[in-house]
C-alpha cells in the first residue's frame, strides 16, 4: 500500500509548508513538492486534504487506564482508552504501570503489559510509578529501563498510598541520573495537605470544592521547589507532571532562569477549566453541589487567573508540554464514593479524546502558534520521552503517525459523540471548531470522519530510548 495525502498544509513544530506526504511499509517515506507529483509516482490511496493541515500524531504522556485508585478502577481499558485517544487524533500513549508497595516493578511492568496487550488500538509505552526504593531496588530500576520504561514517577503526596520520603526520592534520582532514566514528580506536599483534609472534613465540609481548600497552591509550590532542589542536589533533570498554578510555574522558571534541566507539563483541565467548576451547580439542577464532583482531580483545579499564567508558560517554552493526566470515573457508582466526603471522590477527569479539539481553540485565539501546538502536544513529548523522531514529526523515514487536521470541523465535545466511557463529558454542550478527519497510526488509516476503521490489539507496545536532552 503507498498511501498519498495531498494538497494539504504540513505543519511541524518548527515549519509550515505545503507539501504531499507519501506513506508505505508504515512509514512517511518522501515529502514532495504537488507540481512534482507526476515523477514521485502512483498510490495505492489518496486522500485529498484541500484547506487541511498535515499533522504528527499527538503523544499523550500521561495517561492512567485501567487503573486501580481510590478503591476502585478508572473506567477506560486500554481498548476504549486507545479508541477514545485515536478519535482525537492521539496516536501515542504513556501510561503508568504502578508497583504494588512491597511488590516489585518487574511485577508492575507485566501487570501493566497484560492489561495493555491485545487491547491497545494505538502504540503506547509506560512510565514507572516507584511506590518504594529501597537500596536493593535500585537494581531493578536499571533492568526496567532496558525493557524501554525510561521514566519513573513519584509522589509527594498521597501519604500512606503513593508518598515516598525524601531519602527515597533522592535515591532514586541519583540512580535515574546513572541509568539514563528521566523522574517525573507529583510535586504537592502531601503531609500538610493531609491534615487540612482531615480538618475540612471534621468542620463538616464535605462537599467536592473542599479538593482544592484543602490543597492550596503553596503545597504545589513547594512541592515543586523541593523536587527541582532534589533534582539539583542529584544534578538530574526533572519533569514536573501535571502543573496546575502559578506559583509552582515561577518555581520552575526560577530553575529553568539558573540552567537547570526542569521540565513541566500541564493538562487542559488547569487551562480550561477553574475550581468554579469544582462549586458544582445551584441546587435542584444536576447534582446541585455534587456536579463538582465531575472535575475532581489532584492536583485541583485552580482559580481562573491561573489560567493566563499557564498560557503564557506555554508560549515562553517555561512549561513543554500539554498531556492530558486522562483518568475517568463515572459519577455513578464511581465518584459518588464520595458523596458526604470529598476526599473520597476518585481523583481524576476524562480527556484522552478532547486534547487536540481544546488546543486548537489556542490556536483559533492565537494564544499559541500552530507550530507550538504541534510542538506540545507531539514533538515534545517525543523528545522528553526518548521517541523521537520515530514519533512526533513529520519527516522522511518516522513512523507514519499522520492526523488530517480540518481546521473548519465543528464538532461537540459532549458525552454522546465521545468514546471515552466516563458516564459524562467535562465540556457538555462546546462545540469547538477544528478536528481530525483522518487518522493514520505506523500507516494504517484508523479513523475517518469519526469512524473507527481499525481494530484493537493492533498498537505496539514502544521501547523508549533514555534521556538525551
Ligand atoms: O487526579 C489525578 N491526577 N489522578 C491521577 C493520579 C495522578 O496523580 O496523576
Ligand atoms: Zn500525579
Ligand atoms: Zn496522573
Redesign the pocket.
Known sequence: MRTLIKNGTVVTASDTFVADVWIEGGRIVALTHPAGRERAGSPTREIDATGQYIIPGGIDA?T?LD?P?GGTNSVDDFESGTVAAAHGGTTTIID?AIQKKGGTLTEALDTWHAKAEGKAAIDYGFHMIATDVPPNQLEEMAKIVREGVTSF?L?M??PGV?LLDDQSIFRAMLRAGEIGALICM?AEHGLPIDVLVQRALAEGHTAPVWHALSRPEVAEATGTERAIALAEMAKVPVYI??LSAQRALERVMEARDRGLPAYAETCPQYLFCSEDDLRGKPEGEGEGEFEGAKF????PLRPKHHQEHLWRGLRNHDLQVVST?H?PFCMKGQKELGRGDFSKIP???PGIETRLHLLWEAVRERKISMNRFVEITSTAPAKIFGLYPRKGNICIGADADVVVWDPEKRFELSHKNLHMRADYAAFEGKTVIGAPSHVFSRGELIVEHDKFLSRPGRGHFLRRGTFSL
Open positions: 500521561h492512567h487503573m485508585f503508568f514517577k509522589f503526596a498521597y503513593l507529583h507532571v501535571h475532581v482531580c489532584t492536583p493526566d483518568c481523583n481524576g477527569m
